[in-house]
């Protein structure tokens, strides 16, 4: 895990570091690296086709029309002295080939979950616990509906009380940042331990 350093001839340190959003099929990656980024985020999205029809699960994403098929891209500056560069995965399995790269030199994760479709997220959960990458689980809310606590949802996971387990909706800034903070707060304890 790198926290890289320069001082980009300010005589200042700039500390950067790569966050990955990951998560299940139409959790809300994109949304999320869109809403909290400074910058245009780079999308590799893709319009969805009768091809998927029987693959990809609309049950409760209807209206998605597109899905990423390599990666999303952003970056935001948490301080004058600390730029996120964030790295969205394509959620669907038949993409996970590409996570082993996007991930690496990677500091921590952001899992985002769908509580309706809580088994969605399970591959990732435990792509990154057998990593040993730090990540917290970041409840997406949709239609500002939370329908289970982060208790409940830290039990049906059988995750430990180490990964913080938050609540968040993917098209708030403020939401997203705050969860950015969670996951560099708590990959800096896990370096530190």
Same mark, same amino acid.
């Given at each position: 895990? @790198? +926290?890289?350093? =320069?001082?980009?001839?300010?005589?200042?340190?700039?500390?950067?570091?790569? #966050?990955?959003? *990951?998560?299940?099929?139409? &959790?809300?990656?994109?949304?999320?690296?869109?809403?909290?980024?400074? #910058?245009?985020?780079?999308? /590799?999205?893709?319009?969805?086709? =009768? !091809? =998927?029809?029987?693959?990809?699960?609309?049950?409760?994403?209807?209206?998605?029309?597109?899905?990423?098929?390599?990666?999303?891209?952003?970056? #935001? /500056?948490?301080?004058?002295?600390?730029?996120?560069?964030?790295?969205?995965?394509?959620?669907? %399995?038949?993409?996970? +080939?590409?996570? %082993?790269?996007?991930?690496?030199? *990677?500091?921590? !994760?952001?899992?985002?979950? %769908?509580?309706?479709?809580?088994? @969605?997220?399970?591959?990732?959960?435990?792509? +990154?616990?057998?990593?040993?990458?730090?990540?917290?689980?970041?409840?997406?809310? +949709? %239609?500002?509906?939370?329908?289970? /606590?982060?208790?409940?949802?830290?039990?049906?996971?059988? #995750?430990?009380?180490?990964?913080?387990?938050?609540?968040? @909706? !993917?098209?708030?800034?403020?939401?997203?940042? =705050?969860?950015?903070?969670?996951? &560099?707060?708590? *990959?800096?304890?896990?370096?530190?331990?």
């Amino acid at each position: 895990m @790198d +926290f890289a350093s =320069s001082s980009g001839g300010t005589g200042r340190a700039t500390t950067s570091a790569k #966050i990955v959003v *990951a998560g299940g099929f139409g &959790v809300g990656k994109t949304t999320f690296v869109g809403a909290v980024s400074e #910058i245009n985020p780079l999308r /590799t999205e893709a319009v969805m086709t =009768s !091809a =998927s029809a029987g693959i990809d699960d609309l049950t409760h994403t209807g209206d998605k029309t597109t899905t990423t098929v390599a990666m999303d891209f952003g970056r #935001i /500056t948490l301080d004058q002295d600390l730029i996120l560069y964030l790295f969205g995965t394509p959620g669907q %399995d038949r993409l996970w +080939f590409m996570w %082993d790269d996007l991930v690496r030199g *990677a500091i921590g !994760a952001v899992v985002l979950v %769908d509580t309706r479709r809580l088994a @969605d997220c399970f591959p990732a959960v435990d792509y +990154f616990e057998n990593s040993g990458l730090p990540f917290v689980i970041a409840l997406n809310g +949709f %239609d500002g509906h939370q329908p289970y /606590t982060p208790e409940e949802v830290r039990e049906a996971l059988q #995750i430990g009380p180490d990964a913080p387990i938050i609540t968040t @909706d !993917a098209r708030h800034r403020a939401d997203a940042k =705050s969860g950015l903070i969670t996951l &560099v707060e708590h *990959a800096l304890m896990a370096r530190l331990k």
